[in-house]
């Protein structure tokens, strides 16, 4: 049995190690078409220090990613953040963050205090419509545009480098949907029964970027780099790819497929075999965003940094969305960075902002930089800085996506020895997108075995 999985992320990685798991006679192949494995976990050096310079944590309270991280081989360096407690830079300071559901205050007093918002929110009791709508039409109704714009925003746009007004309630925000006809009074209600289950998130002593090579060893499948599939192909007998730059094809024949590429990939290859899937695939609009990560002299700080960082919301018109004190949140970043040297990391970039990545790297630095002189009093020069660019990296689940993929997923299912999996399809983190590839990993063996009978 040979099955080819399309894609060398993650998703595809994971789905590797769940077929190998399932099935170790069978003979796996991933093909990536970049020189590299592991999509958007990455790792760079910063000032002679290794770090990630793309995804940094994963959601430790669901299992699938550090369930993944042990079958690596990766257990004994599962780390929790050291420090949590994130702000808001809004109206001139960086502000305490209060107790919130995904940007939804659960204590009205704690959210006064911070002077985030001009008034205390009331909220309108409103019965959810049935149809899907977006974030920021849902919430304004009910709280109000300052809730939207100073604490929902900047956390979406961290998730998905999207935005409240175009991204879907249902796919994107479902925690929020989930409060009840009375918004305030269902945050309130969900903090007051929340049960500490241990923390929110994890990482990886040396970054999480170590993933994807782990995974990739464990799963004992073939990886092949600089492998651009440009046709896909359904045959009696099974699959073939077309692999490979023009000048050079090679054909590859497989049992069975696995599509862990993004979007605009997956709907050019599967146009033919499965139209109605390519058509709603290509449908999905892809975010860019850029990833800045700074080590400085810990004097360039006017006092120490607090905290993990802050988020900035969009309506104050600043270029960084969002700032990291690696130092502060990973202890191991801390120790190894020493005591007078302090690492952090900015994210740029929400969709639409195309102009302002289209900007050098040294415009993007100056601008991150100019930016937390005025945050937090920032001078003078970096020890080290470098610029991560993350191209189409972040798919937008925007108003009917759900629906978008329950239609996919009724067109592939009914192609034997096909299956998809990846960011775009039901949750964007790194635990949903392994939870994806097991599925289609799960999937593909079951097709195989019935195919067998």
Not at 90 to 113: K, N, Q, S, Y
Request: aromatic share 4%; hydrophobic share 50%; glycine share 12%.
């Amino acid at each position: 049995m040979r099955v080819a999985i399309i894609g060398g992320g993650i998703g595809g990685l994971a789905a590797a190690q769940a077929v190998a798991s399932a099935a170790p006679d069978a003979e796996i192949v991933v093909l990536e078409g970049s020189d590299r494995i592991g999509g958007k976990l990455r790792l760079g050096e910063i000032g002679g220090l290794t770090v990630d310079v793309g995804a940094e944590a994963i959601l430790a309270r669901r299992p699938e990613g550090t369930a993944l991280i042990a079958a690596a081989g990766l257990a004994d360096r599962l780390v929790h953040p050291a420090m949590m407690t994130a702000g808001i830079w809004t109206h001139g300071a960086v502000r305490p963050m209060p107790p919130t559901v995904m940007g939804i205050p659960a204590d009205l007093d704690a959210l006064e205090a911070t002077g985030i918002v001009a008034e205390r929110p009331r909220s309108v009791a409103l019965a959810r419509p049935l149809a899907d709508m977006a974030v920021a039409d849902f919430i304004g109704e009910r709280v109000g545009s300052d809730i939207v714009d100073r604490l929902v925003e900047p956390l979406l746009g961290g998730v998905y480098a999207g935005h409240a007004s175009e991204l879907s309630l249902d796919a994107a925000a479902p925690q929020i949907a989930a409060l009840g006809d009375d918004l305030l009074a269902g945050a309130a209600k969900a903090r007051a029964a929340a049960v500490d289950s241990g923390p929110v998130f994890a990482g990886l002593v040396g970054g999480i970027g170590q993933l994807p090579e782990a995974v990739a060893r464990a799963s004992g499948a073939e990886i092949r780099t600089n492998a651009t599939v440009r046709q896909l192909t359904r045959t009696d007998e099974g699959w073939e790819l077309v692999v490979g730059p023009t000048t050079a094809v090679e054909v590859i024949h497989a049992d069975a497929v696995i599509m862990a590429a993004p979007a605009p990939a997956a709907a050019r290859l599967l146009a033919d075999v499965a139209p109605e899937a390519a058509f709603a695939l290509a449908a999905i609009d892809y975010a860019s965003m850029a990833v800045l990560t700074f080590a400085v002299p810990r004097s360039a700080f006017p006092k120490a940094p607090e905290g993990s960082g802050f988020l900035v919301p969009p309506v104050d018109g600043k270029s960084i969305k969002a700032v990291t004190y690696s130092s502060n949140k990973w202890e191991w970043v801390g120790r190894e960075a020493g005591r007078e040297t302090i690492v952090f990391r900015c994210s740029i970039g929400r969709a639409h902002e195309t102009e302002l990545l289209q900007r050098d790297d040294a415009e993007l630095i100056d601008l991150a930089l100019s930016d937390l002189g005025e945050a937090v009093g920032l001078t003078g020069d970096p020890i080290d800085a470098c610029v991560t660019r993350w191209g189409g990296g972040l798919p937008q689940y925007t108003v009917g996506h759900l629906t978008r993929i329950a239609s996919i997923e009724a067109d592939i299912a009914t192609v034997p020895g096909l299956e998809v999996c990846g960011a775009a399809y039901r949750g964007v983190g790194i635990p949903a997108v392994i939870a994806s590839a097991q599925g289609a990993a799960a999937r593909i063996i079951s097709d195989l075995d019935s195919m067998k009978l």
